[in-house]
């Protein structure tokens, strides 16, 4: 082989591995890319790459040069199967001199007429396991010609393997955790229709039952839980999961309407009835009428309010402002609360009777830190819709900003959780929340479980040393511990690389 040809196969080396290393989204685009080089470069007629579908062991066309899409779409081959399919299965190298001669050659894409060209097929291998197959049609030439070629190409797919892995498992996560989320949420949706409202644990169980006992009545219900729970939520699945669900849904925050104004606004009131009350009014309670209203913090309505609503719940009517009659209305009432009803009565800020009338049916909601099981499935809802929301691309959550979350306390609750997630996402800048996206609140958790700042501060030399763990244990967990590709992933080499996990302690083997 010339010098020259030896330069110009380094170069396309040199190429390849550039591709390889910047090309971390997009499998098909790359290895499209790696066809194109081979071809103006190195006389490749045609090539294609076959990849192992996650869920069976066949083996299908996901980039090719010289074929069209209806014959990508014929190149599907199973192990064993002809060519490409025995390659799979033996995880060696064939090369065909002649593809008219050999019997074997099942010409699935249709592609080629007689021509005598040459084929070489070759397993792209990761950790041992087969993933794909690297095939290419050349002029003839002689057996020492294909040989040497043979080894040029098994060296270029030694090079994709690690990328073509990598990005692939990102992209099969992705695909499972959506399969997962839609299974999911088709089950609520046919049992509860309670797409909105999530949660696995024991807690939120028994709340999804209990709305479901409850929606397609007209029994009071009074939601209980600290504030950032979800109580409008759950207010929401309990109205459109009933016979009322056509009908209007109004909310209102009790807690929000200023003492002067309250009675007007759930009642209405007639024109000339108080100074600015330049036109009749509707009030809540008649926009509502044939629905559902949500009565938010109803825990803070003045005693005088609270008898005006006591009636509403008896007689199903109300008296607008200024008005000397009374009004028919037929209105569910979901009221909700996080104060302490029962010591509220017994300091007489709350009437026993109405308490009594809300409580037909009483539904508790969990605090989040009683339900910890349910962070991440919360966290990972919250980035998808923030991602969606602001154009961004945030692929996980590191496992030291997880660790953190899990240690928190959350006094806001499912709240303050969401408003933190928005945050981390509009401060991360490489597709990952670490644990320095978190809010500060966050930051003074345990060392144990973060790992990242000591309850009373560090000096720099640890939180540098600290950030350095994260940012290796993240690529390892990229890599799956592979060395190599870690050293890639953070372009660093891996001598450096082998210092710095020596020195930070890592273990490498639980990554793989």
Known sequence: MSTRDETKELDILYRVSHLAASHNKNIQTMLEQVLFILSEN????????????????????????????????????????GITGNV???????????????????????????????????????AKRIIGTFSIDLSPSDKEDLDRKKHFFELIANILAESVFAVREQIEEREDLRKENQTLRL???????????????GNMRIVFQQIAQVADSNATVLIRGDSGTGKELVASAIHFNSSRKSNPLVCVNCAA???????????????????GASQ??????????????????????????????????????????????????????????NKDLEKAMKEGTFREDLYYRLNVFPLHLPRLRERK????????????????????????ISTSAINM???????????????????????????????????PSLQTCDETYTGIIPEQGADLKTLLSSYEKELIVDSLKTTRGNIAGTARFLNTTERVLHYSIKKLNIDVEQYK
Not at 42 to 71: M, P
Not at 98 to 119: P, W
Not at 257 to 275: C, D, M, Q, R, W
């Open 42 to 81: 190195f006389g490749v007629l045609r090539g294609t790459f076959t990849l192992r579908r996650s869920d069976d062991d066949t083996f299908v066309v996901s980039a090719s040069i010289g074929l069209t899409k209806a014959q990508e779409k014929r190149g599907r081959y199973k192990l064993g199967e």
């Open 88 to 126: 799979a299965k033996t995880e060696t190298t064939a090369i065909i001199p002649n593809v008219d001669e050999e019997s074997a050659f099942l010409e699935k894409t249709k592609k080629r007429q007689k021509s005598g060209i040459a084929f070489i097929c070759v397993p792209i291998l990761h």
């Open 187 to 201: 089950q609520l949706k046919d049992k509860y229709s309670l797409d909105k409202i999530i949660g696995r644990c």
């Open 257 to 275: 309407l200023p003492e002067n104004l309250i009675e007007s606004e759930l009642f209405g009131h007639k024109k000339g009835a108080f100074t």
């Open 280 to 337: 009749s009014r509707k009030g809540r309670f008649e926009k509502a009428n044939g629905g559902t209203i949500f009565l938010d913090e109803i825990g803070d309505i003045s005693l005088n309010i609270q008898v005006r609503l006591l009636r509403v719940l008896q007689e199903q009517t109300i008296m607008p402002v200024g008005e000397d009659s009374e009004k028919k209305i037929n209105v569910r009432v979901i009221a909700a609360t």
């Open 373 to 396: 099981s349910d962070i991440i499935l919360l966290s990972d809802h919250f980035l998808q819709k923030y991602n969606e929301e602001y154009d961004k691309n945030v692929r996980r």
């Open 405 to 439: 979350m899990m240690a928190y306390h959350w006094p806001g609750n499912v709240r303050e959780l969401e408003n933190c997630i928005e945050r981390a996402v509009l401060t991360s800048s490489d597709e990952v929340i670490h644990a320095f996206n978190l809010p």
